[in-house]
């Protein structure tokens, strides 16, 4: 039997296998990070289910997602739209030719110019939108922006949000630490559990984080205080240790000893 099934592959079947298998790994990867991977795990998740339904011969659940087979076409594409977009664009690049995407930590003193810069515009009141970029890229979002291509620091950072800056409104990128692009407008969540209190700023923060694994750093001009945002879900930072050890934690490579805590408030 085993002997009959292997003369019976043919070397165009091998290519074929290899080729979609291929195609199905670069895609995953392209999603990885985003909300989209969390329904392809539910569309995967009811194949499955249909495909126990029919081999246990479960009549009224495999008529039920028998229908659900017609429109399923129609609901990838208008639930990966963007994806679909994204993988298109980067086809000839980061599709077939990339290795597999990691989030890219950053160093502690890269996190120490963001605490010292995010907690001194708390203090003078200036708000401003910091989105770190990790596993998803954010490149559709930087494309349309301002480029910058700088390394991170306190005093550019202070410059672009300040209110005379042409530069202010929107949000700063990083990626790979460093600046990537300045007056970058992110989306807004549409969800009905944010607070009516919150801004465009904050609302801008939580969309982006929806979708992606960004993290984001909110200076609230209102308020005067500092939040962080990652998976939808904003923490308000008590102090500059606090987002300190906060933005270590997540942020830094595991290889790199603790930071010793800066002189005096940032």
Known sequence: MELWLLESIRWTDILDIGLMSWILYRGILLMRGTRAIETMVGLIALMVLYALADLLELITLHTMLNQFKIVVPVAVIVLFQKDIQRALANAGGRLFFSGPRQAVGLSLPIVEELVRASTMMASRRVGALIAIERAALLDHYVEPATRVDADVSQELLLAIFHATSPLHDGAVILQKGRIAAAQVFLPLTQSKNVSRFFGTRH??????????????????EERGNVSVVEHGALQPMQDANQLRQHLQTILTNATEPPAAPAGGPA
């Open 203 to 220: 609302r801008a923060a939580i969309g982006l984080t929806e979708e992606t694994d960004a993290l984001v750093i909110i200076v609230s």
